[in-house]
């Protein structure tokens, strides 16, 4: 069964200041995706950014990056430039593995409580 | 709307009666899928709709769930008989098709589900 770690639970960042959220997950297979999410307290979760795992550049999204270690199995997501408005909860996602027949299920982290400081 | 919609947003229910929770994808995503997420937890894989393929009901986590999707369009997650433990917030989400292109999937709102 695929494992995505999250093993920050809340973080804090001072405005416009960058901060990195650690997600770890674990696989055996070559092909697969990451995702990261957005949920704010509103509730809705919102996508940020993709990895594929053979994607050869981190993908970036605006203020959003992803550093993906392939080796380390590691895909953190980096904020640039933080503000008040991305305080949220955070997910980390894998989609499960082309070789299962299952490739259409994410695996969610159990999130990270980002709070930025004015 | 250009987003997943999902009906009712907020529901209160005493135990033992069943709830229906609507889900109205993006026009043209062909995959639909249904999540579940209890209080302070990830989301859980309840169900998966791709085209006119048989659904994966894996992660239904009892026969007291159900759901449907009429017309390849909207679908619709039944609860029988409703317990506290189903107290939680279900979410829908859409992509346009598998997600092994690369394709992203796309969350509605959720629909909370108070039982009690």
């Known amino acids: 069964a695929q494992k995505i770690t999250q093993t920050q639970p809340g973080m804090f960042v001072q405005e416009k200041e960058a901060v990195t959220l650690d997600c770890t997950y674990d696989t055996s297979d070559q092909s697969y995706g990451l995702f990261w999410y957005k949920q704010p307290s509103s509730g809705e979760m919102i996508f940020l950014i993709y990895q594929g795992s053979y994607d050869e550049q981190n993908a970036t999204e605006g203020r959003y990056s992803l550093n993906f270690q392939k080796a380390r199995k590691s895909a953190n997501l980096v904020i640039s430039a933080s503000q008040l408005g991305d305080s949220a909860m955070y997910f980390c996602?894998?989609?499960?593995?082309?070789?299962?027949?299952?490739?259409?299920?994410?695996?969610f982290g159990k999130g990270t409580l980002l709070t930025v400081n004015p | 709307g250009a987003g997943v919609s999902q009906s009712p947003s907020n529901k209160v229910t005493e135990k033992g009666k069943d709830v229906e929770l609507r889900c109205d994808p993006i026009?043209?995503?062909?995959?639909l899928y249904w999540y579940r997420q209890s209080l302070g937890q990830g989301l859980e894989f309840l169900i998966y709709?791709?085209?006119?393929?048989?659904?994966?009901k894996s992660g239904l986590p009892s026969d007291r769930f159900s759901a449907e999707r009429t017309g390849g369009s909207v679908s619709t997650l039944t609860i029988q008989r409703t317990q506290q433990e189903d107290s939680a917030v279900y979410l829908c989400?859409?992509?346009?098709?598998?997600?092994?292109?690369?394709?992203?999937?796309?969350f509605g709102e959720g629909s909370w589900l108070t039982v009690v």
């Open positions: 026009s043209g995503h062909t995959a």
């Open positions: 996602a894998m989609r499960e593995p082309d070789s299962g027949g299952s490739n259409y299920k994410l695996t």
């Open positions: 709709f791709q085209g006119n393929s048989a659904p994966d």
């Open positions: 989400a859409s992509s346009r098709d598998r997600l092994r292109s690369g394709n992203t999937i796309y």
